[in-house]
């Protein structure tokens, strides 16, 4: 019997955790949309975030099941110290893809950058000039002045200065 009532307790507990969830996953969802309104950003773009949003709120939510399932505070906390090295990675690594993902998110919600601006990139004789036509999960697409398509990734837009243009 005090099995069973462990295991209800168990379960309540994931139930209110799974509805907290969805409450702030609403929250969030609807600050996302109302940021990308306010900053005339693509659809695309806005989905984009929500699928960010939602993966980075399921890991943690995957984290508090796990303990309130009795999953060890030792087998815990090697989930966490990996998961805080994937991160390191994605964050500090130029040559690692995960930066290219974690450096798209950046550009995301840190830069006033957005489809059809015209931008140069770099400076001197390593320079970029062209229209943005597509941020995209690994690289920015960039249609330069002899309309070629550039593909240039993202983590490397965070290392170039940037000059958003007039049209």
């Given at each position: 019997?005090?099995?069973?009532?462990?295991?209800?307790?168990?379960?309540?507990?994931s139930?209110?955790l799974?509805?907290?969830?969805?409450?702030?996953?609403?929250?969030?969802?609807r600050?996302?949309?109302?940021?990308?309104?306010?900053?005339?950003l693509?659809?695309?773009?806005?989905?984009?975030?929500?699928?960010?949003?939602?993966?980075?709120?399921?890991?943690?939510?995957?984290?508090?099941?796990?303990?309130?399932?009795?999953?060890?505070?030792?087998?815990?906390?090697l989930?966490?110290?990996?998961?805080?090295?994937i991160?390191?990675?994605a964050?500090?690594?130029?040559?690692?893809n995960l930066?290219?993902?974690?450096?798209?998110?950046?550009?995301?919600?840190?830069?006033?950058?957005?489809?059809?601006?015209?931008i140069?990139?770099?400076s001197?004789?390593n320079?970029?000039?062209?229209?943005?036509?597509?941020?995209?999960?690994f690289?920015?697409?960039?249609?330069?002045?002899e309309?070629?398509?550039?593909?240039?990734?993202?983590?490397?837009?965070?290392?170039?200065?940037?000059?958003?243009?007039?049209?």
């Amino acid at each position: 019997m005090n099995e069973l009532n462990f295991h209800l307790e168990n379960l309540a507990w994931s139930i209110l955790l799974f509805v907290i969830f969805l409450v702030i996953r609403k929250a969030l969802y609807r600050g996302i949309e109302s940021f990308g309104r306010r900053n005339s950003l693509s659809l695309e773009r806005i989905m984009r975030a929500k699928r960010f949003m939602t993966f980075f709120m399921g890991i943690s939510i995957f984290s508090v099941f796990l303990l309130i399932w009795g999953v060890q505070l030792k087998e815990f906390f090697l989930i966490v110290a990996t998961t805080f090295t994937i991160i390191g990675t994605a964050c500090f690594a130029s040559w690692s893809n995960l930066s290219n993902i974690s450096s798209g998110i950046i550009l995301f919600f840190s830069y006033d950058l957005k489809h059809g601006d015209r931008i140069r990139l770099g400076s001197g004789d390593n320079t970029i000039e062209g229209r943005v036509h597509e941020m995209k999960l690994f690289y920015v697409e960039i249609i330069n002045t002899e309309n070629e398509i550039v593909l240039y990734p993202n983590n490397m837009m965070l290392h170039q200065s940037i000059t958003i243009l007039k049209q």
